[in-house]
């Protein structure tokens, strides 16, 4: 067993709050911002960056309390997790609930009878909020928290074989996946469908990345840092990045040979086609390369803002989630210009910061134990937030 | 008050432009005309313009018909019909609908054989979309739908305009309408079939504050113009498409 390096690696934070600000902006709808994020310049978004790293950190911090306590007290700690994010997503739930009721009740103009269709399901609440309880009725963009809540409820048994035989649980993961394609599995979804990111595929990715923390990235490493692979990497962003731009241009697309068209498209961001895989793994090559684990930069002022972000993970997403219902309420209500959007933007994710700024302040409050009362919350999640 | 004067202003501008047109289009209407361009031709339907007889067949969900007795008339297939027949003096045209609310594409595409044997038309107007997004379908399931649909009107000798949702932005954050919009248009450019993006008019309509879309109003008001200019730009669309030589919109294509 290769050795768990002990210190945690704050790449990991600057890149999940990186990623919750690219999430936040994509999820308010039509924001002229979401121009900056990633998810238009190639194949991949800031969905696999949360979901791979969500992966390593999960590893990271209850591998050690499996090796430390044992296989019981680690999977209660996993579940416990899991339960917290259940918790989470029900919140949002009931404020989601709270703006769709708004707008059924306010907002009767006869040109959209038929998309007020969609608000049909708070007339038989006893449906559907059971079916958004099991998780299978779930609104448009809250659909990482059920899939995050799956893979940790899933987590301990992996996390044991990964403990005990990492190539073996790796090499099961990819099954999964490879299954899955050829099965076509995926969980149901309510009113119809399917999850709208399959577990059976994105597993795969948190794996992968609880694989990395254990020890695999070192024996990665000699692979990584070749120039040919670097090179391979570059010449792939690039290609992903031609193919994006005629998405956006369509008078390029006859650049693009019919063969080549014919074989990637469609990109399938569901079942977490291979090209978005590969497109996530270059991209993370090219950032190993220019940013160093150790680079000082890491723990100056610059970064701070993205890293507080990326440690409070959970709190920072789910606020994400609500600002960005509260931008839409703003763009609708108030006024939908781009100046309009980009306050908003920028007003969200210095309200994200300033939040997990707070929350870090607390926990270590709590930890000096300086209040009048023992501290409720026992530091159970050293190293920070899975 | 202003967005009015942005848009006043833009219609000085764009009044030139439209001082030949036979039939004068409220200025709401003519304020999006530029993004009613067709970029595929509509040969059955110049057939259809040289045989004098011109029979359009709409099949869509709720958003091509509004409620109320007079619903019917106001909404834009028939207004679709009236601005085609002023148009086209001499030219027989009639508009059957199928239109029930809340159909899936696949749900639509299982009544076309009947509807296009029933009505024989030069052209389907095929307006969906909106259900599938609300419902979650699949969407290689929707774009496999619209693929089987034109794939019928063709091989029935019609043409297919696709007809987009609806730009509804109250429900903006309830209703995943981009990836279907994005299919739509992908399909459309696949099966080189022109797509009617009423998406886009009214959203730029929306921008431009020529309609207030988030008006909370119970009244038909807003909603009868709205019907009325998609009918008359869709006129303007298909009547450009089926005669490209008379009104050429871009060189390079």
Known sequence: MAPVPTERDLRLDLFRGLALWLIFLDHIPSNAVSWITIRNYGFSDATEIFVFISGYTAAFVYGRAMR????????????????????????????????????????????????MGVLDFLKNPDVTIFQALLLKFKPV????????????????????LLLRAPSIALVSSASLYVLMWF???????????????????????????????????????????????????????????????????????????KFVGDAIYPIDKTNLDVLRIMHFLALAIITVALVPRDWPALKSRIFWPAIVCGQHSLETFCLGVFLSFAGHFVFTEVSNRLLTHVIVSIAGITIMVGVAALISWYRQAERKGGGPRPPAARPGFAGGDA | MKRRFVVLALLVLAGPAWAENPAEHPAECRVAAHLA???????????????????????????????????????YPARLQQALADNLRGIEVKVTTDVKSKRTAAEMVKALPADLTATKPALLVWQTGTTDAMLAVDPDQFSQALDRGINAAHSAGADVVLLNAQYSPRTESMIA????????????????????????????????GTFDLYSATKKLDIAEQVHDCIGRLLADFVIAAAKPEEQPMNGSR
């Open chain 2, 177 to 208: 309408l981009g990836t279907y919009a994005e299919d739509m248009r992908w399909v459309a450019l696949q099966q080189e079939v022109p797509l009617f993006d009423r998406f886009g008019i009214m959203r730029l309509w929306s921008d431009l």
């Open chain 2, 37 to 75: 361009v067709s970029s595929f031709p509509l040969p059955q339907v110049a057939r259809a313009f040289a045989a004098k007889k011109l029979d359009i067949l709409v099949v869509g969900a709720g958003s091509s018909q509004l409620p109320g007795s007079s619903g019917a008339k106001n909404a």
């Open chain 1, 141 to 160: 963009n809250m659909d990482v928290l059920p899939l995050y809540i799956l893979l940790l409820a899933w987590f301990p048994p992996m996390l044991w």
């Open chain 1, 183 to 257: 099965f076509e599995w995926n969980l149901p979804a309510y009113p119809s469908g399917t999850w709208v990111f399959n577990p059976f595929a994105w597993q795969l990715l948190f794996v992968f990345g609880a694989w990395c923390a254990l020890g695999g990235s070192q024996n990665l490493a000699r692979w990584i840092h070749s120039r040919t692979i670097i090179g391979l990497a570059i010449a792939y962003l690039a290609f992903a990045f031609a193919i994006a731009m005629t998405w956006y241009f369509p008078h390029l697309a006859v650049f693009v040979p």
């Open chain 1, 68 to 115: 430390q306590h044992g296989f019981i007290v680690a999977s209660a700690r996993v579940l416990k997790r899991a339960w917290q994010i259940y918790v989470a997503h029900v919140f949002l739930l009931a404020i989601y609930l709270a703006e769709i009721a708004y707008v059924a009740n306010s907002f009767d103009n006869p040109l959209y009878t038929e998309e």
